[in-house]
């Protein structure tokens, strides 16, 4: 199980959302078998793994995580995700784009939500200089929106595209 029991899990929505929504960007979520080790984990189980175009899970798994790391894939130049496993990398700018992107995608997973993801990237540890992630997001992400719309990956009115970075 989970180290923060308290932030939802795969299984409390499920894999094919979270597979469905990943699907719109040529993502694919597979699911581990319960207590198997995570391919491409770079934390380690229960947190999700990355190789290639996959986002590994478990059903333990927590749903920011998948979010989170789904985002990296998203957000990375595609000479990096041609070689993806494992560490996303990427800098400080992409890596606060990737927080912000994830917020955005939860709104679209019945029964998640930007609030509940948030409160969830809180309770895991994720820090802000504004002392919590919903501070940040409503009130200091201006560059994280910025960045996103100039790699195409919002609108101008800040909607997600679905597109992968080029």
Same mark, same amino acid.
């Given at each position: ?26 993502? #694919? ?39 989170? #790391? ?97």
């Amino acid at each position: 199980m989970s180290e923060h029991p308290a932030v939802l899990p795969v299984a409390a929505i499920g894999l094919a959302p979270l597979a469905d929504l990943l699907a719109r960007f040529g993502l #694919e979520a597979t699911l581990v078998p319960d207590g198997g080790s995570i391919p491409g984990s770079y934390w380690g189980a229960p947190e999700a793994g990355l190789l290639g175009s996959t986002i590994y899970v478990r059903s333990d798994t927590p749903v920011h995580s998948a979010l989170h #790391e789904a985002c990296h894939t998203v957000c990375m130049t595609a000479e990096r995700r041609a070689g993806l496993a494992t560490d996303a990398g990427g800098d400080f700018d992409e890596e606060n784009a990737v927080c912000y992107l994830q917020i955005c995608l939860a709104e679209q997973l019945p029964g998640v939500g930007a609030h509940r993801l948030m409160n969830d990237m809180d309770a895991w540890g994720y820090t802000f200089r504004l002392g919590s992630t919903r501070a940040w997001f409503d009130s200091d992400t201006d560059a994280e929106r910025r960045w996103l719309r100039q790699h195409g990956l919002v609108d101008d009115s800040g909607q997600v595209t679905f597109r992968l970075r080029s």
